[in-house]
């Protein structure tokens, strides 16, 4: 059996989600791949600082956050000397070195950029010679992304193929497959879903902040609060039971009742977005991939400074979500989408213009034919 690595990383959850995708779609051609944590695998204490900086600076600082995301995207500035006194740098290659020779991978996959950069290093001096593909999570680059050694590069969209080959890479190298979603993301009942949460035949607006609960959603829903129009909202909290128990005391204060559902962590997110009108999220990679493929409008209040800037950017692009600004509050949105249901269904005819519906199953095939 042919088998590979597929090289993540736990900052967010949408490097792993990628690649689950993806060793599942390799499966189904009998391609062994081996899910590798790399940071993880690299040094577990750099693996707590970097995943859990990341989650924490999303939730606290985010503006730090990204100023700190524009500076690396610098990176291509760097001497090579600079790079070679990087400790941490340094210790990934020669860890991920001894597991390719451990395992004698016919090909690389990866959906972060740190382990990407080692491995490309590797192949740079003739340490390995296999496919190394590298797959993007946002609907924009990175100067981290972009290695002299990587072979193909999957994106989200043309849109992003158009921003790669401005920063130089060769257009044949690029291919707009899409982000991988799992199979299972797909295979929803809505109608389960809202009988379990007891939902009822209404305008449904569904709220979320990501696996961790980063952005304004206290504020966001505050604001729904001061609506007159007749809608439900169900909120996921995610792993964030801080946020949950804040939202519930918001919900039980307010005057106006509202039909609301808080939810924890929970993994009916397809089942929620299938029965909701409108998604008020922060645009993370992979959730904006899976409200593409529900064919769900979003509306954006909050978003962390960086990749999910640029992704909104994407999405205002392609006219595929709806920001707030100081004068378009979220609650006069909301209300105008209501009362202006075309405007919503103008979107839906977007989203279908831009959604790739194959992406893990193509960038099983285009690895195949690598080999």
Known sequence: ??????????????????????????????????????????????????????????????????KVYRIYDDFKIMTSAEKKVNIFFAYMVKRLKKLIDDKKPSFIVGTHPFPLMAVSKLKEKGEIDIPIISVLTDYTTHSTWIQSHVDKYIVGDEFVKCIMTEEGVASEKIFPYGIPIEKAFMRNNSTDIRTSLNL??????????????AGNVKKALKELLQSDS?????????????????????????????????????DKVSELMSC?????????????????AAGIPLVIPYYIPGQEEENLTFLLNN???????????????VDFLIQNPERLQRIRENIKLVHKSDSAKNIAKLIENSL
């Open 276 to 292: 909701s009108d409108v998604l008020i999220t922060k645009p993370g990679g992979l959730t904006t991939t899976e409200a593409l």
């Open 200 to 213: 009822n035949d209404k305008f449904t607006i569904l709220m979320m902040g990501g696996s961790f609960g």
């Open 319 to 333: 006219g595929l979500c709806v920001r707030t600004s100081e004068k378009c509050s979220l609650k006069m949105i």
């Open 1 to 66: 059996m042919k088998k590979g690595i597929i090289l993540s990383a736990s900052t967010g959850a949408g490097h792993n989600k990628a690649a689950k995708a993806i060793k599942d779609a390799l499966a189904e051609r009998s391609i062994d791949a081996q899910i590798v944590d790399s940071l993880r695998f690299t040094n577990k204490a750099i693996d707590l600082i970097i995943s859990r900086g990341y989650e924490k600076s999303a939730l606290y600082t985010p503006n730090a956050y990204g």
């Open 230 to 266: 007749d809608f439900q909202i169900v909120v996921v909290a995610g792993k964030n039971l801080a946020l949950k128990d804040k939202l519930e005391k918001i919900t039980a204060a307010s005057e106006k009742r509202k039909d609301i559902r808080i939810l924890g962590f929970t």
